[in-house]
């Protein structure tokens, strides 16, 4: 049991870098405050003081805004970063050196008993805000990104982002990973349950289909020039379809900077001098 407690100070160097001292970490960090009464209020609910055990978990969540149902289950290295507002229902299972954010909620969605909480896998990582909702799995190594609503299960190593909750596949997933393994490493974890190569899910599905309407609007011109070529015009009045401009869905500030980059090239190509707005507005520069 003292080892545990020793781990469960450890692991707040490991994962918060504004800790400083362990007195600090006794004394201020509300999130080792809470498990430290959950450890308690687990050990009595199995004893079968219920009732103990419940007001045990009442004064946690008044003294630090975390509320921990006495019967979830926790493992070890267990962290909850800044803390006010988690939410842990009754029958969670949370496994080991999971990481937890401010305003997460581990909720079910039935009123029947019975399992009716989600199951955290080890090394899952869920970002602030988040909602896990209904019996499900996050598998181990998971990493639910911030403010997402997830109610399915997730497979190991994934990420989730978005409400609902979709799967996302970071840029390098394709490739060598072995910078990612050195830099998890490093780390030991993501924070907030994001990471720096995490695309838009929905922008990129849409840029597909961007994608996509550029190649049939190409096959379709070239279809129009044979039947041309071969004496076969189109009916009078008919106009050709409008150019369709890019128009691709920009995320992130390094997505805008490639796109102006891109256009200055095309620009310069064409044997114009690249204009430039000013980043205050205030003309060309």
Not at 154 to 178: C, F, H, K, M, N
Request: proline share 6%.
């Amino acid at each position: 049991m003292f080892e545990n407690f020793r781990e469960d100070l450890r692991v707040v160097f490991d994962r918060d870098p504004a800790a400083r001292s362990t007195f600090e970490i006794l004394t201020a960090y509300p999130g080792v405050h809470a498990l430290l009464f959950h450890r308690l209020a687990h050990a009595t609910w199995r004893l079968g003081a219920k009732w103990l055990a419940r007001m045990i978990s009442h004064l946690a969540r008044w003294l630090t805004g975390i509320e921990i149902h006495p019967a979830a289950r926790i493992g070890r290295r267990f962290f909850i970063d800044h803390g006010m507002g988690v939410v842990i229902g009754e029958t969670s299972v949370i496994g080991d050196d999971c990481t937890l954010y401010h305003g997460v909620t581990l909720g079910g969605t039935s009123w029947e008993k019975g399992k009716r909480h989600p199951t955290l896998g080890d090394g899952v990582v869920v970002g602030a805000g988040a909602k896990v909702l209904g019996p499900i799995e996050i598998g181990d190594g998971a990493r639910i990104g911030s403010n997402a609503v997830v109610v399915k299960a997730v497979p190991p190593g994934a990420t989730v982002v978005g409400v609902p909750g979709r799967l996302i596949e970071r840029s390098g997933d394709r490739g060598d990973t072995s910078h990612r393994e050195k830099m998890a490493t490093k780390m030991g974890f993501d924070a907030y349950g994001v990471t720096r190569d995490a695309p838009d899910p929905v922008a990129h599905a849409v840029n597909c289909m961007l994608d996509h309407m550029h190649v049939v609007e190409t096959r379709m011109k070239q279809m129009c020039e044979a039947m041309r070529a071969m004496g076969m015009e189109p009916p009078p009045g008919t106009e050709d379809i409008p150019e369709l401009p890019s128009c691709e869905i920009i995320s992130t500030a390094e997505e805008l900077r490639k796109m102006h980059l891109d256009e200055d090239e095309e620009t310069a190509s064409e044997g114009e001098p690249p204009v430039r707005e000013d980043s205050r507005g205030d003309g060309p520069s």
